[in-house]
Antibody
Framework: QVQLQESGPGLVKPSETLSLTCTVS?????????WGWIRQPPGKGLEWIGS???????YYNPSLRGRLTISSDTSKNEFSLRLDFVTAADTAVYYC????????????WGPGILVTVSS | QSALTQPPSASGSPGQSVTISCTGS?????????VSWYQQYPGKAPRLMIH???KRPSGVPNRFSGSRSGNTASLTVSGLQAEDEADYYC?????????FGGGTKLTVL
C-alpha cells in the first residue's frame, strides 16, 4: 500500500526559503505516476502547487512560478518542494500526493504538515 | 486563472440525494476529462472520490457519482448518510496546471 509522509520545518521566517520533503513507501516513484504538492491555508480551500514526473518534467502553478522548485530523488524514493521568499500568505498545511496524471486526480495523500511563516 | 465556482454549502436529510455543482469554463472543466472530486473531514487530508469526471476509485461507495454538462461538473451523493457530512472540493486541469473549487460544506440534517 502506498504511503506518503511530509517532513520539514514547521516554522519559516519571512523572506526565507520553505523546504519540504515527501517520502514515499510502498511504491517506487521512478515506476510512474505524477507526484505533487497541494496546500491549504488555515480555514481556507485547497491550492494546487505543482507536480513532477519521474522523467524530470515539472508543472507549476503560474502564481508561484519564479519562487517554486519541485524535484525528486529516486535513490531515496522522495520528492521535494522549495519555495523561496516566503511571506505570511504562504502559511498553510502542505500536502504531498500521488497524481494519476498531469491533470491532478490525486489518489493518495500524505497527512499534511503545517508550515507557519512568521518572524 | 480563477478558481472553479462551487456553492459554499449544501444540505440534505439522511436517505436523500444531494448534488454539488462545480462551474468553470471551456478552458478547464468543459475542455478536459481531468475533473476530480475530493472529500475532506476537518483536520484530515482530502480523499479522492471521483476522477476523470465519472470514475470512482476502489473503495468509494457507489452512492457517489460524477457527471458533467458543458462547463459544469456535478457530484451527486445518493442515500445520504451522517458520515457524508464533510467539505467537498472539485478540481480540473487547465491543460498546464490544476485549479480547485472553493469548496462546499455538506451538512446532513
Amino acid at each position: 500500500q502506498v504511503q506518503l509522509q511530509e517532513s520539514g520545518p514547521g516554522l519559516v521566517k519571512p523572506s526565507e526559503t520553505l523546504s519540504l520533503t515527501c517520502t514515499v513507501s510502498g511504491y517506487s516513484i521512478s515506476s510512474g505516476y505524477f507526484w505533487g504538492w497541494i496546500r491549504q491555508p488555515p480555514g481556507k480551500g485547497l491550492e494546487w502547487i505543482g507536480s513532477t514526473y519521474h522523467g524530470g518534467n515539472t508543472y507549476y502553478n503560474p502564481s508561484l512560478r519564479g519562487r517554486l522548485t519541485i524535484s525528486s530523488d529516486t535513490s531515496k524514493n522522495e520528492f521535494s518542494l522549495r519555495l523561496d521568499f516566503v511571506t505570511a500568505a504562504d502559511t498553510a498545511v502542505y500536502y504531498c500526493a500521488r497524481d494519476l496524471g498531469a491533470g491532478g486526480d490525486s489518489d493518495c495523500w500524505g497527512p499534511g504538515i503545517l508550515v507557519t511563516v512568521s518572524s | 486563472q480563477s478558481a472553479l465556482t462551487q456553492p459554499p454549502s449544501a444540505s440534505g436529510s439522511p436517505g436523500q440525494s444531494v448534488t454539488i455543482s462545480c462551474t468553470g469554463s471551456s478552458s478547464d472543466v468543459g475542455g478536459y476529462d481531468s475533473v476530480s472530486w475530493y472529500q475532506q473531514y476537518p483536520g484530515k487530508a482530502p480523499r479522492l472520490m471521483i476522477h476523470e469526471v465519472i470514475k470512482r476509485p476502489s473503495g468509494v461507495p457507489n452512492r457517489f457519482s460524477g457527471s458533467r454538462s458543458g462547463n459544469t461538473a456535478s457530484l451527486t451523493v445518493s442515500g445520504l448518510q451522517a458520515e457524508d457530512e464533510a467539505d467537498y472540493y472539485c478540481s480540473s486541469t487547465t491543460g498546464t496546471y490544476v485549479i480547485f473549487g472553493g469548496g462546499t460544506k455538506l451538512t446532513v440534517l
